[in-house]
C-alpha cells in the first residue's frame, strides 16, 4: 500500500485567481493506515494582506507571518515530502488550486504530478453520507474523534484530524491479517486483519458445479 499524506492549508483568501495565497501548509503521513510520526509543517509569508473573515477562521496576522519563510523557500522540502504518495484533501479542488498558483509563480509542474493520486475525502463523505453534513467537524462527531482543541482552523491541526476521520470512514476497507495461537494441540484465532485476505472471483462455472454439488449431496439446508 502506497503510503497517504493528509494534507490542509490555510490561505488569504477564497480565490487564489484574485492572488491569494497560500499562508500554512501541513501534511501528516500514515502507512499502512497508522501515523508515521513523519509530518511537514510550514507558515508562509504571502507577501500580501489577509482578508479579514480569512484571519477570523484560522486566527493568522500579517504580523505574525512576517519573518517566516516564502512559499518557494519551502517548496522543495514540501514537494519531497508528498511524492509519490496518496494526498487525501478535504475539499480537494480548494487546497489544490491554491498549491497549483503558488507553484505556477515559480515555473513548477502542477501538484498532480508530484502525487500518485489526490483523494477529496469530502466528496468520499457525501458519497457515503448522502443528505448530511459531512465538514471536518460533522465528521469528527459521526466518528467519535475529539476535536475539543480545534477552535479556530489550523493546517497541522486539521490534518491530523482528517487522518483519523478517513481512518473512520473507510473502516471497511482496512487490510487484515489473521494471527494463530496455540491452544494445547490445536491453532485458534486470536485476531483477524482482513487486509491481506485475498477475494477470489468466481466464474459462471464454479457456481454452476458449486450448485450442482450441493443438490447432489443433499445440502440446501447447511
Known amino acids: 500500500m502506497a503510503k497517504q499524506i493528509f494534507l490542509d492549508t490555510e490561505t488569504t483568501g477564497l480565490d487564489p485567481k484574485q492572488g491569494h ?52 523557500d519551502v517548496v522543495n522540502d514540501f514537494l ?50 448522502p443528505g448530511q453534513r459531512n465538514s471536518l467537524d460533522a465528521l469528527c462527531k459521526a466518528f467519535d474523534i475529539d476535536n475539543s482543541s480545534r477552535t479556530l482552523h489550523g493546517a497541522l491541526l486539521d490534518a491530523q484530524l482528517l487522518g483519523e476521520v478517513f481512518i473512520g470512514m473507510t473502516r ?3 487490510a487484515i491479517s489473521i494471527d494463530f495461537v496455540e491452544d494445547d494441540n490445536h491453532q485458534v484465532f486470536k485476531k483477524v486483519d482482513l487486509s491481506k485476505l485475498q477475494v477470489i472471483q468466481l466464474l459462471p462455472e464454479d457456481i454452476d458445479n458449486h450448485t450442482a454439488y450441493i443438490k447432489k449431496h443433499d445440502l440446501t439446508d447447511w
Open 80 to 129: 519531497a515530502f508528498v511524492h509519490n504518495s496518496e494526498v487525501v484533501i478535504h475539499n480537494a479542488p480548494f487546497d489544490v488550486g491554491f498549491i497549483n498558483a503558488e507553484l505556477g509563480r515559480l515555473g513548477l509542474d502542477k501538484f498532480e504530478e508530484n502525487t500518485i493520486t489526490i483523494t477529496d475525502s469530502l466528496k468520499f463523505a457525501k458519497e457515503i453520507r
Open 21 to 72: 495565497r497560500i499562508i500554512e501548509i501541513a501534511a501528516i503521513e500514515f502507512n499502512n493506515r497508522q501515523p508515521t510520526n513523519r509530518r511537514f509543517h510550514s507558515y508562509i509569508n504571502p507577501e500580501r494582506d489577509i482578508d479579514p473573515a480569512a484571519e477570523e477562521v484560522h486566527g493568522l496576522s500579517i504580523d505574525f507571518l512576517q519573518d517566516k519563510p516564502l512559499f518557494k
Open 172 to 174: 471497511g476497507q482496512e
